[in-house]
């Protein structure tokens, strides 16, 4: 058995992806090389091509790493601040993978369809945590709309601001305007009654 600090130690394949990520974030998917990789994480090639067919497989294995958000109530209709609470997580999460936000944002105005793809479930899967919040007519367009917002403000604060992204886009700036824009698209009767008019 090993000691409890070769336990914590990364693996392989978690080094080997850790380098692949923040090159393909660097770089770009087309100029990153499976050789710089090797060379970021102190792996040879043959290693890498041991775990990955090769850098599309890479690639491909990185944007499966992409944060997933917290899921919505069960029942339907939550409050503005639970419902602000969740996509605050959310935000957070990418918040933790800057640079594969920035590389999925680059990569699918590029063209890549498994970039494009991951985008689109990145969204539904902001409008699956939201909707469940919601209730009355129109939910569903309101979910979709804010599920809009949310993502382009992570990839614009991300592409401005880079690594200060989680203190500002978090801060008491970002957070005013993730309200704001919950206040703004949400029809009054989406939200429970009590909670509808909350500032």
Known sequence: MGSPGESASPTTRERILASAR?????DGY?????????????????A???????????????????PVPPRGPE????????????IISAMEAWARQPGLTALMFHQG???DGQTVEANVVAREEIIAMVEPC?????????????????SGMVTDAILRIGAAYP?????????????????????????????????
Do not use: C
């Not at 890498?48 to 992409?66: N, Q, S, W």
């Not at 029942?75 to 969740?86: H, V």
């Open 134 to 150: 919601l209730q009355g007519g129109g939910s569903a367009l309101a979910a979709e709309a804010l599920a809009y917002v949310v």
């Open 48 to 66: 890498i091509y041991h775990h990955f067919r090769g850098k599309r497989a890479l690639y491909d294995a990185v944007l499966e790493e992409r």
């Open 75 to 86: 029942d339907e209709g939550a409050s503005r601040q639970a419902l602000l609470a969740m």
């Open 167 to 199: 203190e500002l886009a978090l801060g008491a700036d970002g957070l005013r305007h993730v309200a704001e824009a919950i206040d703004h698209i949400l029809p009054a009767q989406a939200l429970p009654a009590q909670q509808s008019a909350a500032g």
């Open 109 to 111: 105005i590029a063209g």
């Open 30 to 46: 087309n100029r990153a090389t499976v050789r710089a990789i090797g060379r970021r994480s102190g792996i040879t090639d043959a």
């Open 22 to 26: 923040e090159l393909f974030a660097q």
